[in-house]
């Protein structure tokens, strides 16, 4: 098949290399000239693991091809993708569509002939009325543009093989059996052929589903980060905790991490976006709870910050501290919303000096946070300090010999914020350790 990606961020171009790899002829659409260049060399603009090898892939072979011109992409195809972001309106929890309604404008005009707009981008429910209706009555088409819903449940650091290999396909339309359908599954037919579960819905169940995956997910989380502060305070280990309910089938450990808490740009967005939509729905009561989820998870990173300046004697005022990690989580360049971040920004603002050290995300964090200082080794970023925490789980830091560390420190003391270091090994060597939720 031949078919567009309109919006070429972490989704889009994502979406566009994993088509290609499928067979397809796909055309990839932005406005951002910088990053249409990048992805015709190849290359993508963020750090995903693998998508790098398919876009140099099929950008060699033609199959794939990048563009800002909407008239290119409407003439390219019938079938067209909007993968554009849909970030948290400032200062709201409420999705802000600016950039959704601006694609479907730009795109209506030129479609001349039937085609088919399969949305991806996350959405409050009731957005698919809106985007058919704007098509119709800015479309020369009309009415033989169909709107399908399909929404993306990627994992940063496992896009590549979640768009492959998804754990399930959510397709939504407005009327069964429909040409948005029959293409749709004819775009998708590896996928379900190699037996992925496949969802046909409405537009409304559809564009609920990333949402509710993600709040229900932050809730797992933040259940047992609250459990964490119950162990704190009574000498539980909340690492064994969450292993015994992890054997009940009903609840799963998958997903279920004490520490730090979640980050990032869909989860915080998706609960909050959630939440408000219901707001607006008069169903907002109902998920009162999401309130106290979006709590828990930011009283996580105040928890990390008083830890630490228990551990300072209550004063961080010219303490020099070590931070491992500034991405939200392993495996990605993104700071979106990142704990480690976030606690780093309050220590300094208390008066420490602090390094960050990140595998990936250095440079991302340097532009925004310009005010800490940073190393790209690991080891060395503990010279001289006083206080050393752990807050993304980037394996490497794991397998990092404590002892190695003991003699560059000036005070050897490490806060465990995501669980994954050996405590044993660490006060082995001579470090006082602590961990959220642990004794």
Same mark, same amino acid.
């Given at each position: 098949?031949?078919?567009?990606?309109?919006?070429?961020?972490?989704?889009?171009?994502?979406?566009?290399?994993?088509?290609?790899?499928?067979?397809?002829?796909?055309?990839?659409?932005?406005?951002?000239?910088?990053?249409?260049?990048?992805?015709?060399?190849?290359?993508?603009?963020?750090?995903?693991?693998?998508?790098?090898?398919?876009?140099?892939?099929?950008?060699?072979?033609?199959?794939?091809?990048?563009?800002?011109?909407?008239?290119?992409?409407?003439?390219?195809?019938?079938?067209?993708?909007?993968?554009?972001?849909?970030?948290?309106?400032?200062?709201?929890? +409420?999705?802000?569509?600016?950039?959704?309604? &601006?694609? =479907?404008? %730009? @795109? !209506?005009?030129? $479609?001349?002939?039937?085609?088919? *707009?399969?949305?991806?981008?996350?959405?409050?429910?009731?957005?698919?009325?809106?985007?058919?209706?704007?098509?119709?009555?800015?479309?020369?088409?009309?009415?033989?543009?169909?709107?399908?819903?399909?929404?993306?449940?990627?994992?940063?650091?496992?896009?590549?093989?979640?768009?492959?290999?998804?754990?399930?396909?959510?397709?939504?339309?407005?009327?069964?059996?429909?040409?948005?359908?029959?293409?749709?599954?004819?775009?998708?037919?590896?996928?379900?052929?190699?037996?992925?579960?496949?969802?046909?819905?409405?537009?409304?169940?559809?564009?609920?589903?990333?949402?509710?995956?993600?709040?229900?997910?932050?809730?797992?989380?933040?259940?047992?980060?609250?459990? +964490?502060?119950?162990?704190?305070?009574?000498? &539980?280990? =909340?690492? %064994? @905790? !969450?292993?015994? $309910?992890?054997?009940?089938?009903? *609840?799963?450990?998958?997903?279920?991490?004490?520490?730090?808490?979640?980050?990032?740009?869909?989860?915080?967005?998706?609960?909050?976006?959630?939440?408000?939509?219901?707001?607006?729905?008069?169903?907002?009561?109902?998920?009162?709870?999401?309130?106290?989820?979006?709590?828990?998870?930011?009283?996580?990173?105040?928890?990390?910050?008083?830890?630490?300046?228990?551990?300072?004697?209550?004063?961080?005022?010219?303490?020099?501290?070590?931070?491992?990690?500034?991405?939200?989580?392993?495996?990605?360049?993104?700071?979106?919303?990142?704990?480690?971040?976030?606690?780093?920004?309050?220590?300094?603002?208390?008066?420490?000096?602090?390094?960050?050290?990140?595998?990936?995300?250095?440079?991302?964090?340097?532009?925004?946070?310009?005010?800490?200082?940073?190393?790209?080794?690991?080891?060395?970023?503990?010279?001289?300090?006083?206080?050393?925490?752990?807050?993304?789980?980037?394996?490497?830091?794991?397998?990092?010999?404590?002892?190695?560390?003991?003699?560059?420190?000036?005070?050897?003391?490490?806060?465990?914020?995501?669980?994954?270091?050996?405590?044993?090994?660490?006060?082995?060597?001579?470090?006082?350790?602590?961990?959220?939720?642990?004794?």
């Amino acid at each position: 098949m031949k078919l567009t990606v309109i919006g070429c961020g972490y989704l889009g171009a994502t979406h566009a290399a994993c088509m290609a790899e499928l067979g397809h002829e796909v055309l990839g659409m932005d406005s951002d000239i910088d990053k249409i260049h990048i992805l015709n060399s190849g290359k993508a603009p963020f750090h995903e693991r693998g998508l790098d090898d398919l876009l140099a892939k099929h950008t060699a072979s033609g199959r794939l091809t990048f563009t800002a011109s909407y008239a290119e992409a409407a003439a390219f195809a019938d079938l067209h993708f909007i993968g554009v972001g849909t970030p948290q309106q400032p200062g709201k929890h +409420a999705y802000d569509l600016t950039h959704l309604f &601006a694609a =479907v404008r %730009q @795109l !209506a005009p030129r $479609l001349t002939d039937a085609a088919v *707009i399969a949305v991806k981008s996350t959405v409050p429910v009731g957005t698919a009325p809106r985007v058919r209706d704007l098509l119709h009555a800015h479309a020369p088409a009309r009415d033989a543009v169909e709107v399908a819903w399909n929404p993306e449940f990627l994992r940063e650091s496992f896009a590549v093989e979640d768009t492959l290999r998804p754990d399930r396909l959510v397709l939504g339309f407005d009327t069964a059996h429909s040409r948005a359908e029959t293409m749709l599954r004819q775009c998708y037919s590896q996928i379900i052929d190699a037996g992925a579960p496949t969802i046909v819905t409405d537009w409304a169940t559809a564009e609920l589903a990333k949402s509710a995956a993600n709040a229900f997910l932050a809730t797992k989380i933040s259940f047992i980060n609250a459990i +964490a502060e119950v162990c704190e305070a009574s000498g &539980a280990d =909340v690492g %064994q @905790l !969450a292993d015994i $309910l992890g054997h009940d089938v009903r *609840i799963g450990r998958r997903g279920m991490r004490p520490g730090l808490g979640f980050g990032g740009g869909c989860l915080p967005k998706d609960l909050r976006g959630l939440l408000a939509r219901a707001g607006e729905l008069g169903a907002g009561q109902a998920l009162a709870l999401l309130g106290e989820v979006d709590t828990i998870n930011n009283r996580r990173r105040q928890r990390m910050i008083d830890l630490a300046r228990e551990q300072m004697g209550g004063d961080l005022s010219g303490k020099r501290i070590t931070v491992w990690g500034a991405a939200f989580k392993p495996g990605t360049d993104d700071i979106r919303d990142s704990p480690a971040l976030a606690v780093a920004q309050h220590l300094h603002e208390l008066g420490a000096t602090v390094t960050v050290t990140d595998p990936k995300a250095l440079d991302n964090a340097r532009k925004q946070h310009p005010e800490l200082d940073y190393a790209d080794d690991p080891v060395a970023a503990v010279q001289d300090t006083d206080l050393l925490l752990h807050l993304t789980e980037w394996p490497q830091y794991s397998r990092i010999d404590p002892a190695r560390l003991a003699a560059r420190a000036a005070n050897t003391a490490v806060i465990d914020g995501r669980g994954t270091l050996n405590a044993d090994a660490w006060r082995d060597a001579g470090w006082t350790f602590k961990a959220l939720g642990r004794p």
